[in-house]
């Protein structure tokens, strides 16, 4: 299936939404870091940059190893990302230390980089100067969206007491979050700014994961499993790109 020339839209219960599967991580990576260059060298010849969000986790390092590999003028690239841990960058808590240790390398090392947290700053003074700059920007162009297993993306926990608020805020682009069940504060992306976007990815490795999605799609309740919130949303296109884990076997769906 080549996501490039060719989405098959699936409707589930209601859900605009499509499913790609791979037979290997490899083969995942491949296509979805070949489909983010493509998007992203689209977007620069049409209007001279582009902008992606991505997450942390240890899912994405393949794929951000694969990127920072790609021949495009990284110079024109502005990456933000779509939460992140309260802790200084030098942490390997750090979402951001993730991203410059795997994505802002070799051919991407001059991409631009918005950071959403930075230790030394005063946190209030700086959620509104972040507010600033990330309702400013124009359309996103790609985000790369993980899922945890209690149905988590982001840093919009069902176990935090903001998640309404990310869920369903018109008006707001970042948010400060305390999850109640995870480690550290957060700084998130409203589900309102991740989603406006010409293209967003939802990345998921193992079968595991897959078959919570399945659990969470068929209870859909966002509040539970806020995932569903963004697969259920009407505006929303979301590709849902899928591998088993090294080891497993699994059948393409």
């Known amino acids: ?5 060719s989405l098959v839209i699936k409707h589930v219960f209601g859900m605009k939404m499509q499913f790609h599967s791979f037979k290997t ?43 920072s590999q790609k021949e495009l003028p990284w110079e024109r690239v502005i990456i933000t990302l779509a939460d992140e841990r309260c802790v200084d960058v030098q942490s390997p808590e750090s979402n ?11 051919k991407a090392k001059n991409a631009n980089f918005i950071s959403l947290f930075h230790a030394d700053f005063v946190l209030s003074d700086h959620l509104q100067q972040l507010e600033r700059t990330i309702s400013q ?6 985000v790369v969206l993980g899922m945890g297993e209690d149905g988590h993306t982001a840093s919009l926990f069902p176990c935090s007491n903001e998640l309404l608020e990310g869920l369903t805020n018109d008006r707001q682009s970042v948010l400060l979050v305390h999850p109640q069940k995870a480690p550290f ?3 998130s992306l409203t589900k309102k700014r991740l989603l406006n976007s010409q293209n967003v990815f939802l990345h998921l ?12 799609l ?17 505006m929303a296109n979301v590709n849902i790109m899928y591998a088993p884990s090294l080891g497993e076997n ?4």
Do not use: W
Request: proline share 4%; aromatic share 6%; with cysteine.
């Open 205 to 216: 490795v193992g079968q595991k994961k897959k078959l919570a999605l399945q659990e969470f």
């Open 25 to 67: 991580t490899e083969q995942l990576t491949q296509e979805l870091s070949d489909s983010i260059s493509t998007i992203l060298l689209s977007a620069i010849r049409e209007r001279g940059n582009a902008f992606m969000v991505v997450s942390g986790g240890k899912t994405p390092i393949d794929l951000f190893n694969a990127l």
């Open 96 to 106: 951001e230390h993730l991203v410059r240790n795997y994505l802002l390398q070799n």
């Open 250 to 253: 699994e059948c393409i769906q």
């Open 137 to 142: 920007l124009p359309s996103f162009d790609v």
């Open 218 to 234: 068929l209870t859909n309740n966002p509040f539970e499993r806020p995932i569903v919130s963004f697969l259920n949303d009407k």
């Open 185 to 187: 504060q957060r700084i």
């Open 1 to 5: 299936m080549n996501l490039r020339i």
